[in-house]
């Protein structure tokens, strides 16, 4: 079965420094991953998303992702944060064929410190 | 372009009652899934609809149901709430519901049962 694991529940990083945010996922074919950003009281936005090809992908704001087959990881990196970054972060798996349900984890909560 | 609309985006009830939550896609979006997200836990998939029929429900007791109509418009229902269904109930719609399109999401309606 498909699952989607986010090892950190909380990060804490200063506004300048760089960032990386976890993914591992369990997919039985080639994955269509996701990352998405939600601020505080707001639904969930697209950062970037990989189907295939280049494993780097550019995102919105800055952001990127690099897809690793090997080590089942698709891993959210931003080179230099702003105090805006400061969300929750999560990640998903597209549906399996005919299920039509995406796959979330559970989250990452990323703070800022001035 | 109108991006994904929920209504009403907060609403308190108590046990036993039953509620009604709204979601109207984006132009063109014939998908419509429900998620509810609550903290720890990230967001759960509830049902899946497209042109009216339910595709794949998440492992939800029976008390929650939902709908679409004919202009891609969606409902979900809970009724005999319970303390436990406290949570943001998130609506997105894409094209097709296919693993190759994002959703996108609406800010969501907040429910607190008391």
């Known amino acids: 079965a498909q699952s989607v694991t986010q090892p950190d529940i909380h990060i804490t990083v200063s506004e300048g420094a760089s960032l990386e945010l976890r993914c591992n996922y369990s997919y039985g074919a080639t994955p269509y991953l996701f990352w998405y950003v939600q601020s505080p009281g707001q639904g969930l936005q697209l950062l970037l998303k990989?189907?295939?090809?280049?494993?780097l992908v550019q995102g919105i704001k800055g952001f990127e992702a690099e897809f690793k087959r090997s080590q089942s990881s698709f891993n959210l990196r931003k080179p230099s944060v702003h105090w805006s970054d400061a969300a929750e972060y999560f990640c998903?798996?597209?549906?399996?064929?005919?299920?039509?349900?995406?796959?979330f984890g559970t989250g990452t909560r990323l703070k800022v410190l001035a | 372009k109108a991006g994904v609309t929920q209504t009403p985006r907060y609403l308190i009830k108590t046990r036993g009652q039953q509620v009604t939550l709204s979601c109207s896609p984006i132009?063109?979006?014939?998908?419509v899934s429900w998620y509810q997200q609550t903290p720890g836990q990230g967001l759960q998939f509830l049902f899946e609809?497209?042109?009216?029929?339910?595709?794949n429900k998440g492992n939800f007791p029976g008390r929650f149901s939902g709908r679409q109509f004919s202009n891609s418009r969606s409902e979900m229902n809970v009724s005999t709430l319970e303390l436990g269904d406290s949570a943001l109930y998130l609506c997105?719609?894409?094209?097709?519901?296919?693993?190759?399109?994002?959703?996108?999401f609406g800010e969501g309606s907040r429910l607190t049962v008391l």
């Open positions: 132009s063109g979006h014939r998908s």
């Open positions: 997105a719609s894409s094209r097709t519901g296919q693993n190759t399109g994002e959703l996108f």
């Open positions: 998903a798996v597209g549906p399996d064929s005919g299920t039509y349900k995406y796959i």
């Open positions: 609809y497209f042109s009216e029929t339910q595709r």
């Open positions: 990989y189907f295939s090809g280049d494993t």
